[in-house]
């Protein structure tokens, strides 16, 4: 992640801590961010050095001004000014991770072989809140047949493997 990326994202988190609306700038730099990164023609004019400033600026106000908060909109703004929009989906990334961390949000990926009902995502949810003593819990729900029954836990860099074929992989491993 280049440095520029966490610089920024930084410092829109503090604005949006002090605003105390990290998650709907959150959701809203998300979807700018996926406008940007869905429309060609809009980012090639973006990033085009020819278009003068004022002219982007333009398109980010006719686009976005009646659509998001004010702080993100200057934001945009910033980014135009100091060419710096085509780091928009890093400054994302960056800004959800630090967003996270200032609400102590825990994020995780459950991968199972079968669908999952709620009450077992809720448990397992549970569960890891309490031991990462998190405020929140958001879960990503993958689903990987090949794992047969069980389920993966992954939690930043950390994989807990309660899987079948994990299992088995260790059996095959402790046979050998």
Do not use: C, W
């Given at each position: 992640?280049?440095?520029?990326d966490k610089?920024?994202?930084?410092?829109?988190?503090?604005?949006?801590?002090?605003?105390?609306?990290?998650?709907?700038?959150?959701?809203?730099l998300?979807?700018?961010?996926?406008i940007?990164?869905?429309?060609?023609?809009?980012?090639?004019?973006?990033?085009?050095?020819?278009?003068?400033?004022?002219a982007?600026?333009?398109?980010?106000?006719?686009?976005?001004?009646?659509?998001?908060?004010?702080?993100?909109?200057?934001?945009?703004?910033?980014?135009?000014d100091?060419?710096?929009?085509?780091?928009?989906p890093?400054?994302?990334?960056?800004?959800?991770?630090?967003?996270?961390?200032?609400?102590?949000t825990?994020?995780?990926?459950?991968?199972?072989?079968t669908?999952?009902?709620?009450?077992h995502?809720?448990?397992?949810?549970?569960?890891?809140?309490?031991?990462?003593?998190?405020?929140r819990v958001?879960a990503?729900?993958?689903?990987?047949k090949?794992?047969i029954?069980?389920?993966?836990?992954?939690?930043?860099?950390k994989?807990?493997?309660?899987?079948?074929?994990?299992?088995?992989?260790?059996?095959?491993?402790?046979?050998?």
């Amino acid at each position: 992640m280049p440095l520029v990326d966490k610089r920024y994202a930084e410092a829109l988190v503090e604005i949006a801590q002090m605003a105390n609306a990290i998650d709907e700038i959150r959701q809203q730099l998300t979807e700018v961010k996926d406008i940007y990164e869905s429309q060609q023609e809009l980012r090639l004019l973006l990033n085009n050095p020819k278009v003068k400033i004022d002219a982007k600026k333009g398109v980010i106000n006719s686009l976005f001004s009646k659509h998001v908060r004010p702080e993100v909109l200057k934001f945009l703004l910033l980014l135009i000014d100091n060419d710096r929009i085509k780091h928009l989906p890093g400054i994302n990334d960056e800004f959800i991770k630090l967003a996270d961390i200032k609400q102590n949000t825990l994020n995780m990926t459950i991968i199972s072989a079968t669908e999952l009902d709620e009450s077992h995502i809720t448990k397992i949810k549970e569960k890891y809140r309490k031991i990462y003593n998190a405020a929140r819990v958001r879960a990503n729900l993958e689903i990987d047949k090949s794992l047969i029954g069980g389920i993966m836990l992954k939690i930043g860099d950390k994989v807990i493997d309660g899987s079948v074929k994990g299992r088995l992989e260790s059996f095959k491993e402790l046979l050998n």
